[in-house]
Nanobody, 122 residues
C-alpha cells in the first residue's frame, strides 16, 4: 500500500506563504495521481490541486488558481503544495492523497490518504 506523510503546515498571517510536503512510499510505478485536499471545520472536503506522477499538467480548484502551485520531485517521492497570498478562508486541515490512475482531471475516488497537516491563516 501507498503511505503518505504530510508536513509543513502552520500558522501565518494573511498574505503570507507556506509550503506543504507530502512524502510518499509504496508506489509500484509512476502511474499515480497525487492530490491535495482540504477540509475546514464544518465544511466538506475540497480538492485543491492534483498532479500526475508520470508527468502531465496540474489541476487546481478555482479558489486557489494563481496562488497555489503543486509540484513533484520524483527522485524524492515527494509532492509539494506552495501556497502564496494566503487568505483566512484557506484555513483548513490539508491532506495529501493518491490514486493509481493515469489522469488527474477530477478530485474524486482517491484511495490513499495522509493524516493531514493544519494550516491556519489569520
Amino acid at each position: 500500500d501507498v503511505q503518505l506523510v504530510e508536513s509543513g503546515g502552520g500558522s501565518v498571517q494573511a498574505g503570507g506563504s507556506l509550503r506543504l510536503s507530502c512524502a510518499a512510499s509504496g508506489y509500484t510505478d509512476s502511474n499515480y495521481c497525487m492530490g491535495w485536499f482540504r477540509q475546514a471545520p464544518g465544511k466538506g472536503r475540497e480538492g485543491v490541486a492534483s498532479i500526475y506522477i508520470g508527468g502531465s499538467r496540474p489541476y487546481y480548484a478555482d479558489s486557489v488558481k494563481g496562488r497555489f502551485t503543486i509540484s513533484r520531485d520524483n527522485a524524492k517521492n515527494t509532492v509539494y503544495l506552495q501556497m502564496n497570498s494566503l487568505k483566512p478562508e484557506d484555513t483548513a486541515m490539508y491532506y495529501c492523497a493518491a490514486v493509481r490512475r493515469d489522469y488527474c482531471s477530477i478530485f474524486s475516488d482517491f484511495r490513499y490518504w495522509g493524516q493531514g497537516t493544519q494550516v491556519t491563516v489569520s
